[in-house]
């Protein structure tokens, strides 16, 4: 008689084994669909990020060449500024011109100025 009621105490043993392990096997397989997701959802966003770097990275660089243009725009317009300003003080009564360059507040502006005008004239 003892025989049989290990044989139901391993049987029972066994039964109680594989119904524990039976929700923690559906909890492990929830916890792995559950990464898998997550995985996905990491590799969605990391994608996604790395579209937007190289967005970023073309719009920096149309950036640069629009400030570059608008620099080379700036320079060549102070440039004609000051051979136009040039062309007036060449114009002008050497002591009248003299006196105008002594009261402007940029010695820069009237190096630039002097620059442009004709040798003759700004030596006068």
């Known amino acids: 008689m003892k025989k049989p009621f290990k044989t139901q105490i391993i049987i029972i043993g066994t039964l109680l084994i594989i119904s524990f392990s039976h929700p923690q096997e559906k909890e492990i397989k929830s916890e792995i669909e559950k990464l898998i997701k997550l995985r996905e959802e990491l590799k969605t966003t990391y994608e996604n990020n790395q579209a937007l770097l190289e967005k970023i990275k ?31 003080f060449e114009k002008m009564d050497p002591e009248l011109a003299g006196e105008k360059f002594s009261k402007m507040e940029s010695a820069e502006d009237a190096a630039y100025i002097l620059y442009n005008m004709n040798e003759k004239k700004a030596a006068a």
């Open 58 to 88: 073309k719009e920096k660089e149309e950036l640069e060449k629009l400030k570059k243009q608008l620099e080379d725009q700036q320079k060549k317009i102070a440039e004609e500024r000051y051979k136009k300003l040039a062309k007036i």
